[in-house]
């Protein structure tokens, strides 16, 4: 690699554009009007869904962003995971994928092999096939996938369909964009880094495999919004939450690192598009950051009837990452979202 090109300047879900930013945009689209188009932009959820006959819907997603660790391979890995799980939050099969590359000229092509071979891997995973792809020279390393996958036009989890009452469950821990902050400042421990990374490269295949078996209400994966951006999408202008700090999943290490002010952009565009929606009872500063934090290849937040979520958290605990029932979905009083 050449010396004067940085690889990892600091990328995943935290280059996103903000929420606040990118509604008032598509906000200005005209809806598409056609009875098999299943889901669409307009609900903000995590993929659209076409139907194609009565008994089967294709799904499709994209994402891409720059590296935010300095491995390539574990890049491609993060990447790839990170696009494909839009597929799993919708409920879906994956079957093909097509690699998504920016690339500059001068830096060794022998990175951009070890991207690949990451990506491919994942997919490979996931049970897919990488058929192709697009590249292009940029400045900037970019990579990611655009992805297919099939589902049942009936059984599709949609992001903005909570039920009053439901348990809100959430597969994967947050803070790792936190973590990534403190490791490019070289500040973080061996062990978190090594948590994040684990949770990143982790498919949401494995949690969405077991949903089948629960009365699913809705799904999202949490990104780049972070938790309490994407929960304000599923619970849509009807429903409210309540948080319990205490039973949020999340990498110890980062409340120390939130406290060190080892934050992002990202997550402060995030709490000014939902932080007065948002009431914080007695939390601390640095849990706040850890709720707003954007998260690359988050883990799932599931809207489920109260009386199966203690079975359902039984078999994703047995996955190996932390996670937790974090909550419930209450009617709309007052504040949206109340965290305690």
Partial sequence: ????????????????????????????????????????????????VYKLTENLAIVQTLDFFPPMVEDPYTFGQIAAANALSDIYAMGGVVKTALNIVCFPEKMDLNILGKILQGGNDKVLEAGGILSGGHSIVDTDVKYGLSVTGVIHPDKIYKNNSCREGDALILTKPLGVGIICTAERMKECSREAMELALRSMTTLNKYAAELLGEYEVHACTDVTGFGFL???????GEELGAVIDS???????????YADEFYITAAAQRNRNHVGDRVEFHKLPFAMEEIL?????????????????????????????LPCGIVGSVTGRNGTKIIVR
């Fill in 1 to 48: 690699m050449q010396e004067d090109i940085i690889f990892c300047k600091g990328g995943g879900c935290t280059a996103k554009l903000g929420p606040g930013m990118l509604a008032s945009v598509l906000e200005q689209l005209p809806k598409t009007k056609d009875p098999n188009l299943l889901v669409g932009f307009d609900s903000s959820d995590d993929a659209s």
């Fill in 229 to 235: 951006g994407h929960l304000n999408e599923m619970l």
């Fill in 292 to 320: 707003f934090d954007p998260q690359t290849s988050g883990g799932l937040l599931i809207s489920i009837p109260q009386k199966e979520a203690d079975a359902l958290l039984g078999q994703i605990e047995s996955l190996g």
């Fill in 246 to 256: 205490l039973q949020v999943p999340y990498i110890r290490e980062a409340v120390h």
